[in-house]
């Protein structure tokens, strides 16, 4: 039987397991997609310091889900932008799409009509299957001048998620 996943807002105790979660996601889902020095460098950004922060700004909102194994991935809101969706790669399948569906109803109640993101090159058809769409190509420089290309995308709310 599958874990359930189950969706609730972050808390500031999770700040460590949110980290643990970012750097897999990043060094794992990111192989094929980066080198090993932009995905080291991506990885660094992803402290338990950085996302205390992050659950502290009341500007984020920031949403967890977790199995009974514990936290399993991670997503966040700033406004109109959609500023992470993370996924531990034993994450259920289905995870990520229940984490972006959730803070583009966050977005939803708070009436944005459209979102935005910047997508790395490994979660490109993820997004595009969300419908969202690219506006342009982009770099992203990260810590220490390593430079990550990643796409800037948009997408209207009113958009569902493609099943292809």
């Known amino acids: 039987m599958p874990a359930v996943v189950t969706l609730r807002?972050?808390?500031?105790?999770?700040?460590?397991a949110m980290a643990r979660v970012f750097e897999t996601a990043v060094l794992?889902?990111?192989?094929?997609?980066?080198g090993p020095r932009e995905l080291a460098a991506w990885a660094a950004q992803g402290s338990a310091a950085r996302f205390a922060a992050m659950?502290?700004?009341?500007?984020?909102?920031?949403?967890?889900?977790?199995?009974?194994?514990g936290l399993v991935g991670l997503a966040?809101?700033?406004?109109?932008?959609?500023?992470?969706?993370?996924?531990?790669p034993d994450a259920p399948p289905g995870t990520g799409r229940q984490l972006l569906t959730a803070v583009e109803a966050l977005a939803?109640?708070?009436?944005?009509?459209?979102?935005?993101?910047?997508?790395?090159?490994?979660?490109l058809s993820f997004y595009l299957r969300g419908g969202y769409r690219i506006l342009s190509l982009a770099v992203r420089t990260l810590p220490g001048g390593?430079?990550?290309?990643?796409?800037?995308?948009?997408?209207?709310l009113s958009d569902g998620f493609h099943t292809e």
């Open 9 to 16: 807002p972050a808390r500031p105790g999770d700040a460590p």
């Open 28 to 34: 794992v889902r990111g192989q094929g997609a980066y």
């Open 55 to 69: 659950l502290a700004d009341p500007a984020k909102r920031l949403v967890a889900a977790e199995t009974e194994a």
């Open 76 to 88: 966040g809101l700033e406004g109109a932008e959609v500023i992470l969706v993370y996924t531990a």
């Open 108 to 123: 939803r109640d708070s009436g944005q009509g459209a979102l935005t993101l910047t997508a790395s090159r490994n979660a």
């Open 146 to 156: 390593e430079a990550l290309p990643v796409c800037l995308m948009a997408k209207t």
